[in-house]
């Protein structure tokens, strides 16, 4: 008799799900046995994903085009996935952008637009099913923030600020969580292979210079640190021993060691 998967009988909406981490995770945890709900705006790779992920791992995976950054973005898609008849177990909020540079000169859409993508959508699904979460004695919510949450951010601050508050809220919610059976993980890339760093521009900084991890790398451990509940999950050795020399720096050279790394390359 084939061993019962972890996730059997379980679905996990993941956001994002069309590209890079967020895909990689989606298949971490229909590996597993999770059935999966996939969103993102581009309707086409969606459903790519979506058919292979079933074929590969023998899961059912529905895509459902969402556009999370506007108003209400997260109760849409809710109201979809009921009117589907589907349920959800796990969230995984996965779904962010960035834009490095200087906050002057910036556009007010886009740095509102991280906000609302980052933190507001993340709080509304989260908020959505973290009740029957906690009735059911199950599940669970994955965060994926940033080495960013650890420390401002000159030349990046809106998308360093709104990581801050991912990694600050998923810290609560694992705390009010202790005990009932709903696992909360916050999972903080370092540098990684993905599209988002095309459109943060974060491939034209010194930051790039840094060793940069492969996205299954990364979703691999975040869906690791989840299923054993681990409260945050830093990728990488020296991403991990950075992030922990944080609270020891002086303030003005922690500033500055940012600024430095955030500063477009040279020549």
Known sequence: MARKRRGEGQTALVTGASAGIGVDLAECFAQDGYNLVLAARSADALRDVATRLAAK????ATPIAADLQVQGGGSKLAAEIKKQGLTVDVVVNNAGYGI???????????????????????????????????????GGVLNVASTAAFQPGPLMAIYYASKAFVLSFSEALWEEANGTGVHVSCLCPGPTQSKFR??????????????????????????????????????????????????????????????????????
């Open 57 to 60: 791992h023998k899961v059912t």
């Open 198 to 267: 095309d459109r943060a521009g974060t491939g034209k900084t010194r930051l790039s210079n840094r060793k940069v991890m492969t996205s299954m790398e990364v979703a691999r451990q975040g869906y690791a640190g989840f299923r054993n509940n681990k409260r945050v999950v830093i990728t990488g050795f020296s991403n991990a021993m950075t992030a922990r020399l944080v609270p020891f720096l002086p303030r003005r050279t922690l500033l500055k060691i940012v600024r430095g790394v955030q500063s477009p390359k040279e020549g």
């Open 100 to 138: 490095a540079g200087a906050f002057d000169g910036s556009k007010l859409d886009e740095q509102l637009g991280m906000i609302d993508l980052n933190d507001r959508a993340l709080v509304e699904l989260t908020h959505i099913y973290w009740p029957q979460m906690l009735k059911n004695k199950r």
